[in-house]
Each structure stands twice: as C-alpha cells, then as structure tokens.
C-alpha cells in the first residue's frame, strides 16, 4: 500500500487543520495516524476501523481531532480543532494490511505541522 499524507503547514495557536491520506494499491483495513515530534517517541492520535464504525484516540488529542475517512475515494482524514504548540510534529499516517487492529504494518511519509503560539 502506498500513502500519501497531506495537508501540513505553519498555523496559529487555536486554528484549525485537516490532515488527508491517500491510499493506493492492495486492500487495508484499519488506518490510523501517529506523529512524531523532534526528540520524542512516536505518538498514537487515532484510528479507524475500515467500516468507519470504530474510531479510537489518543488521550492527547481526545476531544480536539476528529478522524474519518471516505472509502470511495481511499482518503483518511483529521480534523484538528483548537491547535497547540505542542501539537506541532511530522504527522504520518498508516494502515493495517490484514486486520482492523491497530497494528500498522504499512506507513507513509509524514507531513509536517507547525504551531506557533
């Protein structure tokens, strides 16, 4: 599976973004996103379930982010709302290949967010 994550930028304290990934390629289950911040372990925000039924989050991001995703088109989304500057990292998205775990096997290159205060 190839993925394609998108959407990064430079924002401000309290704006709001969405992230996108787009898939190609063999079938996959669960997706999800994860970030990396410089000097930081990587960090589990979200995932979903492939029916979208199911969604999980990271204590981190509860109640700000918001993941979904649109089947037809292979594209996972998040929808981050009330930006913080400890929010700013490389966001990467994943996919499970052969279940709805959350055990990602297949990984795409990151985009990165800045959040200025």
């Known amino acids: 599976v190839q993925l394609q994550a998108s959407g990064g930028g430079l924002v401000q304290a309290g704006d709001s973004l969405r992230l996108s990934c787009a898939a190609s390629?063999?079938?996959?289950?669960?997706m999800g996103w994860l970030r990396q911040a410089p000097g930081k372990e990587r960090e589990f925000l979200a995932a979903?379930?492939?029916?979208?039924?199911?969604?999980y989050y990271g204590d981190s991001v509860k109640g700000r982010f918001t993941i979904s995703r649109d089947n037809a088109k292979k594209t996972m989304y998040l929808q981050m709302n009330s930006l913080k500057p400890e929010d700013t990292a490389v966001y990467y998205c994943?996919?499970?290949?052969?279940?709805?775990?959350?055990?990602?096997?297949?990984w795409g290159q990151g985009t990165q967010l800045t959040v200025s205060s």
């Open positions: 979903i379930t492939r029916s979208g039924g199911s969604t």
């Open positions: 390629g063999r079938a996959f289950y669960a």
């Open positions: 994943a996919v499970s290949t052969y279940s709805d775990s959350l055990d990602f096997d297949s």
